[in-house]
């Protein structure tokens, strides 16, 4: 089986869905899973809880876990001498943080 954070849009979601046309086992996290087509799990990588949650749910199925792909991230297109504190932390929470998580409990 393979992981794949992000699942739900973007770099993520592409990874997904060529790895399921190659007949890889994917299950794929995603803050949201309403209205996805592959075997999804609800998760916010940026919450420490919500990891822990999905990791547990991973390890109920007792399935080799044989890659973990972590391609959830937020971006923000301004010039970092500009960006809001509030920006600055979710970029940092997610992108940082959030693989920070999914390393120590996958």
């Known amino acids: 089986m393979i992981i794949v954070t992000g699942a739900s849009r973007g770099l993520g979601q592409a990874i997904t ?3 399921i046309e190659r007949g890889e086992e994917v299950i794929g996290l995603a803050r949201n899973t309403s209205g996805l087509n592959i ?9 420490y809880a919500s990891v822990k949650s999905a990791s547990k749910e991973v ?3 007792k399935k ?3 890659a ?3 391609a959830a991230g937020v971006a923000s297109m301004n010039m970092a001498v500009t960006t ?3 920006t600055v932390q979710k970029l940092i929470q ?7 998580y999914c390393c ?3």
């Open 17 to 19: 869905e060529r790895l």
């Open 39 to 47: 075997n999804a799990i609800e998760c916010d990588v940026s919450d």
């Open 59 to 61: 390890k109920r199925m």
């Open 64 to 66: 080799p876990v044989k």
């Open 68 to 70: 973990f792909i972590n």
């Open 84 to 86: 809001d504190e509030s």
């Open 94 to 100: 997610t992108n940082l943080v959030g693989t920070i």
């Open 104 to 106: 120590q409990l996958f």
